[in-house]
Nanobody
Framework: QLQLVESGGGLVQPGGSLRLSCAAS????????IGWFRQAPGKEREGVSC????????IYADSVKGRFTISRDNAKNTVYLQMNSLKPEDTGIYYC???????????????????WGQGTQVTVSS
C-alpha cells in the first residue's frame, strides 16, 4: 500500500523555523518527484515547493523563496521542507504529494500528483 505521512508541523512564533518531513512507505521515492502544498482556511490549495527525482532540481513559489528549502534523502525514503523566517501567512495545512514526473510536468500544480499525505498543521502566531 502506497502511503505518504507528513510530520513536523506545530505552533511557532513569527520568525521561527520548522522542518516538515514526508515519509513514504510501500514504494521507493527515488523515481518520484515530490511536491509540498499548503491550504489555509478559506483559501485554495497552493503549491509551495517541489523537487524532481532526476537531478533533484527544485522549484519554489515566490512567496517562500529564500525562506524554505526542500531536500530529499532517498536512503531514508523521506523528503523534507525546512521552513525559516516563518510568517503568519504561512499558516495552513501542509501536504506532500508524489508522482512520476516528466521533465515538463508542472510540479507546483496539484493535479500533477497521484499520491497524497494526510497533511500536517502549521500555525505561525505570536
Amino acid at each position: 500500500q502506497l502511503q505518504l505521512v507528513e510530520s513536523g508541523g506545530g505552533l511557532v512564533q513569527p520568525g521561527g523555523s520548522l522542518r516538515l518531513s514526508c515519509a513514504a512507505s510501500g514504494f521507493t521515492l527515488d523515481y518520484y518527484g515530490i511536491g509540498w502544498f499548503r491550504q489555509a482556511p478559506g483559501k485554495e490549495r497552493e503549491g509551495v515547493s517541489c523537487i524532481r527525482s532526476s537531478g533533484g532540481s527544485t522549484i519554489y513559489a515566490d512567496s517562500v523563496k529564500g525562506r524554505f528549502t526542500i531536500s530529499r534523502d532517498n536512503a531514508k525514503n523521506t523528503v523534507y521542507l525546512q521552513m525559516n523566517s516563518l510568517k503568519p501567512e504561512d499558516t495552513g495545512i501542509y501536504y506532500c504529494a508524489a508522482a512520476r514526473l516528466s521533465p515538463f510536468s508542472p510540479c507546483l500544480l496539484g493535479p500533477t500528483y497521484d499520491y497524497w499525505g494526510q497533511g500536517t498543521q502549521v500555525t505561525v502566531s505570536s
